[in-house]
């Protein structure tokens, strides 16, 4: 992986198998031909060094887990889908999702950000979504292993201050 300083963090591109690249993300890809990327410490999290030994790791650890993580917020992100269904301004004529598919044709993944903040030794990690509820922004989740922590607009995958608090409590 290449990283490149962005002023404030670290980022890389992922490429999703079968799409120019190598990591297999079992569904989650995004469908449209783009790269997944991937920003390490958001918001001013740490200084222009290169990445660690321990950082790469850490990173590498958790495009692993993308795969269980996928699996443990689908939950969380139908439920998310389906409130702002029930939200008559929001509705929008949003379609039910399909009960075999759930949520996942109505998502893809653009954005994976690795918080340098872990705790019961597994990073927080934010995944943010593309989605038809919020043509905008998108949906985000912080996770903590399979555990999420939070659903909310696509920000919230990024915010620092999130996984402090979670991780404090």
Same mark, same amino acid.
């Given at each position: 992986?290449?990283?490149?300083?962005?002023?404030?963090?670290?980022?890389?591109?992922?490429?999703?198998?079968?799409?120019?690249?190598?990591?297999?993300? #079992?569904?989650?890809?995004?469908?449209? #031909?783009?790269?997944?990327?991937?920003?390490?410490?958001?918001?001013?999290?740490?200084?222009?060094?290169?990445?660690?030994?321990?950082?790469?790791?850490? @990173? $590498?650890?958790?495009? &692993?887990?993308?795969?269980?993580?996928?699996?443990?917020?689908?939950?969380?992100?139908?439920?998310?889908?389906?409130?702002?269904?029930?939200?008559?301004?929001?509705?929008?004529?949003?379609?039910?999702? #399909?009960?075999?598919?759930?949520? $996942?044709?109505?998502?893809?993944?653009?954005? @994976?950000?690795?918080?340098?903040?872990?705790? #019961?030794?597994?990073?927080?990690?934010?995944?943010?979504?593309?989605?038809?509820?919020? &043509?905008?922004?998108?949906?985000?989740?912080?996770?903590?292993?399979?555990?999420? @922590?939070? @659903?909310?607009?696509?920000?919230?995958?990024?915010?620092?201050?999130?996984?402090?608090?979670?991780?404090?409590?």
């Amino acid at each position: 992986m290449d990283f490149v300083w962005q002023d404030f963090f670290w980022t890389t591109t992922l490429r999703v198998a079968g799409k120019g690249g190598s990591i297999v993300l #079992d569904g989650i890809g995004n469908s449209a #031909d783009a790269p997944i990327t991937l920003a390490y410490a958001p918001e001013g999290g740490r200084d222009d060094s290169p990445l660690t030994p321990q950082e790469i790791r850490t @990173v $590498r650890e958790a495009i &692993d887990a993308l795969p269980r993580m996928w699996e443990a917020l689908q939950p969380d992100l139908l439920t998310a889908y389906e409130d702002v269904r029930a939200y008559p301004p929001g509705a929008g004529g949003l379609p039910p999702p #399909d009960p075999a598919a759930g949520v $996942r044709p109505l998502v893809d993944l653009t954005h @994976v950000t690795v918080h340098p903040l872990a705790r #019961d030794g597994r990073p927080y990690v934010g995944l943010e979504f593309a989605c038809p509820w919020d &043509d905008g922004d998108g949906v985000g989740v912080l996770m903590n292993g399979d555990r999420v @922590v939070e @659903v909310g607009p696509a920000d919230t995958a990024a915010l620092p201050w999130l996984a402090r608090h979670d991780a404090a409590g």
